[in-house]
């Protein structure tokens, strides 16, 4: 019996819309026509899309899901190193399918079928902000995604049964982590959503940072995040965006935010989400009760980005506040991407902790 | 709980969500009116003349044409929900319209971007019995989200600068009227208010839509109704509860279009298959109960429905009547804040509104002091009961000593035919004790203002076997 009728079937699940954020893509030269933006805009070709059904299975679901159009991989960490002093790292990992994928067992022609693009930040606020974005089709040893780990050029992240691995870096700056999760996965299958992924929201990670012939202890905990089908693809003139907060408190929560707003800077910004608290439970944001409100603004690449954040929900109040001012990033889709700090309370006793948030560059002024 | 049951439940706070959107049917009338022009007396409601129109033309119509013409683009919807289930599919809609779900139809705008938007049928058509049912009131639409919240879920799928605007046409108007149209119930129909917001925002000389309210946007909570059936047109002199809706029925119930309709011409485009569209509601047949019937008890119950209700919902059968009455509030006894509410005169702005518009004069709103006794064809599908759904089935309805002071429809729906009506569960308190809003929006709580669950006291006093053959007669009708 249906009981959902109606423009509600566009409710994506707080889940799935948690994944939202992460992809940055296409060129986002607007008034023009974005031909990127065509492209996605069309269902890709060959590409059926999602199974009905699905339910996570790793490592497999680690990998690549080729009928898929899009895709992303997304991990953030937050880090210390001896002094106590922080460390944001982020590597993200998209594919955007251009064509029905070869015939297996065909001979390896030069088509590009899939397109992977990827960036890694260092946020460290002693040597700066470090950013590198790089694009390449997909090819063995170059570009590609399976059980085994994701590789884009030097960068890789190996999902080794024990630990995986992160490698990336920028320059003569590089990071080496290994990483176990502290949680289970958490799957976005809600039937009927437009995407399917998982999420690691806690993972703990140690390893070091290499600066010239320096080399950096650091630790702390990440969060992985990886999703698959038709995504909502930032940059390219959307008629909504969104920001995203990806949060871990020293208390053990941890707390996804979107909030989305009109690129047009019409209506009301709206929030989605969820928390998963010490015990592991999860529950989705009540857009009732929950509240963001910017309260700091850092002005710079042309654009005023909404940096600092009030957020209330359910007992937290937190304010949320860069680590470093500058880190937005002038990739193929502008955005301002970094770590902050949180600091407020809980029912009363303080809590703190660091997050990844992530500022789309549209509607800004 | 599962981790997995969790997430699909949380996905459920959404997907169930079904907001529907839009728009509506208003209440108007004519113009700068004395007092009189715009009530009603209780007692039996006039006829008035209708345009003929075709009904087979007017199911074409309801079902294809683009009387809201702003959306969503459809590229966006077929993204986010790539599968239509075949039970939402309906036979008679052709062209683009053929493979959407029953309750949104496609529409190519001007700048050639094809939207989808949600039609009448997204509150008057359901499933029941397994059969979807064009005309029933759908007893579990969903206005309790923020309509807002699928501005921006659907937003960020469009991109491409004649889809963005296609999009923002669509999306101020929802944001003009979302704060007027969230109910607390599922099931519980916002769709007067939300005429009421649309008005505010337009110029009705010219339909121009306006960013910010032109008059006082109606309250802000929406007083709670069921949707009632359609079927019950063809015997109605009036429309609505209170009777409000005189004079041209087609182009009262065509103010639908309002949400997207900014000049006179769209209207009147409208307008010149509403007649059509009003032959066809009058048209349709109540669906048959689909179980079995004692035939005998039901005869028993004939006579008795003939001399305890009659009087005020007709007769059936060989020799049909239908008295057309409007009892006032203080007899009837049921909730009356609908009523009261329209009578007022909180809300005389907009029936002057009508009146102003380029429908004034062939249209009037004017509401009595009272609920109009309904005629009761197909009533063993209409559940829930009464004007605000607050009493879940029949026999509660005859009897109201098994009236449930809280309750909730069991999900997934299903139809208990020994009650006559959805299955509920009976609750011990309301919603302020419900562990979480999701529960808490599926209570029916009779103490909150406008759900009462008092009045109709008709089958009271009748034994108990009374009562069961009248529900026998009443599956029937």
Redesign the interface.
Known sequence: MRTAVGLGVLGLGAVALAFWGLMSAPPSDAPAPDPMAGLLAQEAPGRPGLAPGWSLDLPADHGAHPDAPSELWHLSAHLEGPDGVPLGVQFNLARLALAAPADPGATPDWMARDLFRGHVILADPARGVMAEERLARAMAGVAGADGDGLRLDGWSLRFAPEAWVLEAGTGDTQIALTLTPARPALAADAEGAPFHGYAFTRMTAQGHLRNGGAELPVRGTAWFEHAWGALPIPGGGAAVVSDRLQLQLDDGTDLSLVRSRRADGGGRATLEGFAIDAAGDVRAIDPETAQVAVTQHWDGAGRRWPVGWSVTLDGLALEVTPVIDAQAHDFMAPLWSGLVRAEGRRDGQPVQGHATLTLDAEGLE | MT??T???G????????????WFLWPAPQPPAPQAGQNRSDTGPVAAAEQRPGDPQAGRDALLNAPYVSCG?PR?V?T?????T?P??LLPGRTGRNADL?Y?LTSHVTETGVEVVA?NCL?CHA??ISGELVVGLG?P???FT??A??????????????D??AA??HW??RI?GIAPYIRTDT?GMNPATNLSWALMAHRDPATMEWSPDPLLDPPPETPVPLRTPPWWWMGKKNAMFYTTIGRGDHARYMLFASLLCADSVEELHEIDAYAADIRAFLESIEPPAFPWEVDTALAAEGEALFNTNCASCHGTYGDDPGYPNRVIALDRIGTDPMYAQTMTDGSLDRFYDWVDRSSHGGTVRAAPAEGYIAPPLDGIWAAAPFLHNGSVPSLEALLNPRLRPRYWMHA????YDPEAMGWRFEELDAGKDAAPD?ATQARIHDTTRPGYANTGHGYGEALSADARRAILEYLKTL
């Open positions: 981790r997995s969790r997430l699909m949380m996905a459920a706070l959404v997907l169930a969500g079904g907001v529907a959107l969503i590229e919807w993204r986010l929900a790539p599968d289930d039970d939402n779900p309750f949600n997204t359901g499933h759908n579990f639409v969903d989200q923020d807002r919240d699928l501005v921006t879920q659907s937003g960020r799928f469009v991109r491409g600068a889809h963005v999009w923002q999306a101020d944001e599922v999900d997934p729906p299903d809003r």
